[in-house]
C-alpha cells in the first residue's frame, strides 16, 4: 500500500526557535497534502490542505505566518512551525492524497517546545 | 457540508466479548466514510471503509461496519475483543475538500 513518512518523529526545541517537519509520499505522486494537529486525548484538526506549487489553504483559526507550508514537489511538502512555544507542543500529522483521491497519514511528529 | 458524531468517547469491553463503536454521520451527498484506529502515540490505520459498494464493509484484524442509509449510521463491530485492540478509534466522513473527523472513542480491553 502507499506509504507516508514524517521527519522527524519526535523533536523536543527551545521556546522561540523555529521547526521543519517534513512530510513524504514514498510510493506515489501527491498533488495535495494535508497537515492535521492532534493534542492529547483529542481528535485530528485540519489545519491546512496544501497543493504542489501553490499556495496552502489554512482552517480558520490558523496562523499561516507561524505555520508555514511548502508543497515544492509531489512527493514532498513541510510545515515549519516558526518561533515555537510551549502552547505549540502537539502531534502533528501529515496526510497524502493520491490521484484516485484516497488519503493516506503519515505517522506523526511529536513536538515538545521547552 | 458534513459531520460525524461519535456516541461513546470511552468504551470497556472484557477480551473475548462483542465490540460495538457507535458513529453518526451527515453529508449533503453519498458521503465515503472510514473508521481509523491510533494506538498511543502512533500515526493512524485504515481499519475499513465504505464507498458506495456493499453496505457491510469488511476491514482488518475482524473489524466490520455496516452502513446504514436510513439511520444515518455507520458502527464498528467486533465479534471478540483482543487485548491489542485498546486504542483510540475515529469515525470519519470525507466530503468534496477534506475529511472530517469524529471526536475518537477510546477503547479499552478488559482482561
Known amino acids: 500500500g502507499a506509504v507516508v513518512s514524517q521527519h522527524p518523529s519526535r523533536v523536543i526545541c527551545k521556546s522561540g526557535t523555529s521547526v521543519k517537519i517534513e512530510c513524504r509520499s514514498l510510493?506515489?505522486?501527491?498533488?495535495?497534502m494535508f497537515w492535521y494537529r492532534q493534542f492529547p486525548k483529542q481528535s485530528l484538526m485540519l489545519m491546512a490542505t496544501?497543493?504542489?506549487?501553490?499556495?496552502?489553504?489554512?482552517e480558520q483559526g490558523v496562523e499561516k505566518d507561524k505555520f508555514l507550508i511548502n508543497h515544492a514537489s509531489l512527493t514532498l511538502s513541510t510545515l515549519t512551525v516558526t518561533s515555537a512555544h510551549p502552547e505549540d507542543s502537539s502531534f502533528y500529522i501529515c496526510s497524502a492524497r493520491d490521484g484516485r483521491r484516497s488519503q493516506y497519514f503519515g505517522p506523526g511528529t511529536r513536538l515538545l517546545v521547552l | 457540508a458534513q459531520s460525524v458524531t461519535q456516541l461513546d468517547s470511552h468504551v470497556s469491553v472484557s477480551e473475548g466479548t462483542p465490540v460495538l463503536l457507535r458513529c453518526n454521520y451527515s453529508s449533503s451527498y453519498s458521503p465515503s466514510l472510514f473508521w481509523y484506529v491510533q494506538h498511543p502515540n502512533k500515526g493512524l490505520q485504515l481499519l475499513l471503509k465504505y464507498t458506495s459498494a456493499a453496505t457491510l464493509v469488511k476491514g482488518i484484524n475482524g473489524f466490520e461496519a455496516e452502513f446504514k442509509k436510513s439511520e444515518t449510521s455507520f458502527h464498528l463491530t467486533k465479534p471478540s475483543a483482543h487485548m491489542s485492540d485498546a486504542a483510540e478509534y475515529f469515525c470519519v466522513v470525507s466530503g468534496a475538500r477534506q475529511l472530517t473527523f469524529g471526536s475518537g472513542t477510546q477503547l479499552t480491553v478488559l482482561p
Open positions: 496544501s497543493n504542489e506549487g501553490s499556495k496552502a489553504t489554512y
Open positions: 510510493d506515489f505522486q501527491a498533488t495535495t
